[in-house]
């Protein structure tokens, strides 16, 4: 199969179905008028480390802007909770289409916790969430990015050795497509060459 993106039509099935697996941000944000939001977003990552910065894309609604970076383009800041094994049910139930000022939080049975920089709540659940301060969004069509500066980070003790974060704790859900998840838990490691 050969694909010309510029022949027209859709890569979303290829693009989604080929970069994988992706990690899930699992974004809690709130608007001006203090409506609270959870979304989960499958094209995220890291973006910088110095400074420390974050990035998830939004697809756009047909009418604009989707909840997420409304609040977000309101507020000017997020939180990104990261999705393990545990509560992938619950991240799943949060993408679901809810009525205007139903509660994805209250939906899905999670528990909202205290930020310490940011209005939004965390997901309690979560073992790892950051805090975030808006630093760019980016119009890429049908998209919108999300650039976002760290300013808190939450550890659970439980995903910690010794003080340090320890990623063969994590049990981490990232998203294949359509319907298909995957997990973290499978783990192999090769040294890198000099």
Same mark, same amino acid.
């Given at each position: 199969? *050969? +694909? ?45 480390? @110095? ?9 756009? @609604?047909?009418? /604009?802007?989707? =909840? ?5 383009? *309101? ?6 909770? +990261? ?25 899905? /049975? ?16 979560? $073992? ?20 976002? &500066? ?5 550890? =659970? ?5 010794? /003080? &340090?974060? =320890? ?23 090769? *040294?890198?060459? $000099?």
């Amino acid at each position: 199969m *050969e +694909i010309d993106p510029d022949a027209g039509g859709s890569l979303y099935r290829t693009l989604a179905g080929a970069v994988i697996p992706r990690p899930i941000a699992w974004v809690s944000s709130r608007s001006a008028d203090g409506v609270v939001n959870l979304a989960p977003y499958s094209f995220f990552n890291v973006a910088s480390v @110095a400074p420390p910065m974050l990035m998830f894309s939004a697809a756009d @609604a047909q009418d /604009g802007l989707k =909840d997420t970076p409304t609040n977000i383009q *309101e507020t000017e800041e997020f939180v990104v909770n +990261i999705v393990t094994e545990s509560v992938a049910e619950a991240m799943n139930e949060t993408s679901a289409t809810l009525p205007n000022g139903e509660n994805e939080f209250e939906h899905a /049975g999670l528990t909202r916790a205290k930020s310490e920089t940011v209005s939004a709540p965390r997901v309690a659940e979560s $073992p790892v969430s950051f805090e975030c301060s808006l630093h760019e969004m980016v119009d890429l069509g049908a998209s919108t990015m999300v650039l976002g &500066k760290v300013e808190w980070v939450h550890v =659970d003790d439980d995903v910690t050795t010794d /003080g &340090k974060l =320890d990623v063969n704790k994590i049990d981490a859900v990232g998203r294949l497509s359509g319907s298909l998840y995957t997990h973290t838990g499978d783990r192999f490691s090769m *040294e890198r060459p $000099p």
